[in-house]
């Protein structure tokens, strides 16, 4: 079945497993480690998929629920117990100043980024943490991607790190992990002979593959993480 | 996660230092700190591995290509 969504395509879940991103269960335990003391914080997994992180959080003591659009990931995520809901990460369905722990990977790009920042600072009590995963681009422009992925809204990191700080967040530690990216498609490379076959195999197409193959070089996508706070209002 | 087995068309390879059949074996590829575990042509004997031309020249090379950041 083809779609026009890469994190939910065949070829992508097959490979990257509960997970649905690249870096997987490592670069999540980073975060969660930088995050700070996590035992009986109120932690959000926003964009929380199939609950492989919601798990992670659970482990290091956090009260965690997770909300995505997904109604099929929910379902697998609810069956493992998690608790999860349906929700825009743009209107989230919280009061103000409620969580110690907003977790975010690989589902930023995908939505109204400055929206959706707003809210993460809304729901946070002054103070409270901002974990952030997703790609960034290192070349010179995002690209024309033929998906939606998180590929296609992906700027620059000097613009990732001024929407943070203008959303009133202190940012604390920014690092770039493009390798484990890049270790991702070396394996979908392997597994599909090149990048064109792997993006043949999740379009359906010849040409949009060679699109999102262009775009790849003319982007450059990396990968960073960015631990933040709510900056206290005085 | 299973390997990815890499069979040449022709299985019929020996190794000419020991003299033993090439069978698949799981052999692991590293380069620039990455590792990739798949099933290659090897040795039972020294664990030579046979990497054919169309592997290295097509999936290797895009590999090392995408690892150099080129």
């Given at each position: 079945m083809r779609t026009n969504e890469l994190y939910a395509s065949p070829p992508v879940r097959k490979f990257l497993g509960p997970a649905l991103r690249p870096g997987g269960e490592r670069l999540t335990r980073l975060m969660l480690e930088l995050a700070g003391p996590l035992q009986g914080a109120l932690a959000l997994d926003a964009g929380c998929g199939c609950g492989a992180?919601?798990?992670?959080?659970r482990e290091h003591g956090a009260r965690a629920v997770g909300l995505d659009l997904n109604a099929s990931f929910l379902r697998e995520a609810g069956d493992k117990g998690a608790r999860v809901a349906q929700a825009d990460l743009a209107d989230l369905p919280l009061p103000d100043a409620c969580l110690d722990l907003v977790l975010c990977e690989c589902v930023w790009n995908l939505t109204d980024?400055?929206?959706?920042?707003?809210?993460?600072?809304?729901?946070?009590?002054?103070?409270?943490?901002?974990?952030?995963?997703?790609?960034?681009?290192?070349?010179?422009?995002?690209?024309?991607?033929?998906?939606?992925?998180?590929?296609?809204?992906?700027?620059?990191?000097?613009?990732?790190?001024?929407?943070?700080?203008?959303?009133?967040?202190?940012?604390?530690?920014?690092?770039?992990?493009?390798?484990?990216?890049?270790?991702?498609?070396?394996?979908?490379?392997?597994?599909?002979?090149?990048?064109?076959?792997?993006?043949?195999?999740?379009?359906?197409?010849?040409?949009?593959?060679?699109?999102?193959?262009?775009?790849?070089?003319?982007?450059?996508?990396?990968?960073?993480?960015?631990?933040?706070?709510?900056?206290?209002?005085? | 996660m299973s390997s990815l087995t890499f069979e040449p068309k022709d299985m019929n390879w020996v190794c000419e230092p020991c003299g033993e059949a090439l069978e698949l074996g799981r052999v692991e590829l590293t380069y620039l700190g990455n590792s990739f575990h798949v099933e290659l042509p090897v040795c039972a004997k020294c664990g030579a591995v046979y990497i054919y031309e169309e592997l290295a020249m097509g999936r290797i090379f895009e590999v090392e290509q995408l690892l150099e950041d080129k």
């Open positions: 992180s919601l798990a992670l959080l980024k400055e929206r959706v920042l707003a809210e993460f600072r809304r729901v946070l009590r002054p103070g409270g943490t901002l974990a952030l995963a997703d790609i960034y681009a290192r070349g010179c422009r995002s690209g024309d991607w033929p998906v939606r992925c998180c590929f296609a809204q992906a700027t620059d990191l000097q613009t990732v790190m001024e929407q943070v700080a203008g959303a009133g967040f202190e940012i604390d530690v920014v690092e770039e992990h493009t390798e484990l990216l890049k270790k991702t498609a070396a394996d979908f490379v392997f597994r599909h002979g090149s990048l064109h076959g792997f993006w043949q195999a999740v379009t359906g197409d010849p040409v949009l593959a060679q699109r999102a193959c262009d775009a790849s070089r003319v982007s450059k996508p990396g990968l960073f993480m960015l631990i933040g706070h709510a900056r206290k209002v005085t | -």
